[in-house]
């Protein structure tokens, strides 16, 4: 298995601007969990889904933000407008049943500017 | 409320020199608790979980339910040690600390 999958890498955008970052856990995993890492915050969870259902997005910051997962190989975070303070690393984890340990895809770099 | 608190933001040692990262949490019921590592740009990897008891690159942690502590520790410290280490309590979903950067020094 290729593990998580996260996508874009990289993102530099303009401030206002939609910014998507896609990811595909692991397959078989049946939860889902979108993360932000800053110096500042550390690791940060924005929301988590389970067997594509959320369950919990009590962290996301505000209605910029939002979160899907259409499938169960799936999910998208968008931000939409986008703005400097969103710029951070986004990580995507998955993990299955009972064993709550969490798999990480690589993360996306985002820099709003 | 739960919380996992790890108390030092650096640490920097010697290499060979015998390694503590400290992580303690409050939590009422029976804990579950992992240790992440991080190299630098790369994605977070599960470094050990306390049920496993294993020893994951000469790392171990011991739970001490008395001092609610989740200490990570290794005798000797190798330079590709250098990372950042995260201390994480289950519940529904991971309770994380703030991390522990650490740096061996040549």
């Known amino acids: 298995d290729a593990g998580v999958i996260q996508s874009p890498r990289h993102e530099v955008t303009e401030m206002g601007q939609e910014v998507t970052l896609r990811c595909k856990p692991i397959?078989?995993?049946?939860?889902l969990f979108w993360y932000r890492q800053t110096m500042m915050r550390g690791l940060e969870l924005l929301i988590y889904?389970?067997?594509?259902?959320?369950?919990?997005d009590s962290g996301m910051p505000e209605d910029r933000f939002s979160a899907k997962m259409p499938n169960a190989s799936f999910s998208t975070l968008k931000i939409q407008p986008s703005e400097p303070r969103d710029s951070a690393v986004y990580f995507c984890?998955?993990?299955?049943?009972?064993?709550?340990?969490?798999?990480f895809g690589p993360g996306t770099r985002l820099l709003v500017l | 409320a739960q919380r996992v608190t790890q108390p030092e933001k650096l640490l920097s040692v010697f290499k060979g020199a015998p390694v503590e990262l400290k992580c303690n949490y409050s939590?009422?019921?029976?804990?579950?608790l992992f240790w992440y590592v991080q190299y630098s740009r790369q994605r977070l990897q599960l470094l050990l979980r306390?049920?496993?008891?294993?020893s994951i690159k000469g790392f171990t942690a011991d739970l001490n339910k008395g001092e609610t502590s989740f200490h990570l520790k290794k005798p000797f410290a190798q330079e590709e040690d250098s990372a950042m280490y995260y201390c994480?309590?289950?519940?529904?979903?991971?309770?994380w600390g703030l991390g522990t950067s650490l740096a061996v020094n040549p």
């Open positions: 994480a309590l289950i519940m529904v979903e991971l309770i």
């Open positions: 889904f389970n067997n594509n259902v959320p369950i919990d």
């Open positions: 939590y009422s019921g029976s804990p579950e």
């Open positions: 306390h049920i496993s008891r294993e």
């Open positions: 397959s078989g995993h049946n939860s």
């Open positions: 984890a998955s993990s299955l049943g009972d064993d709550k340990t969490q798999y």
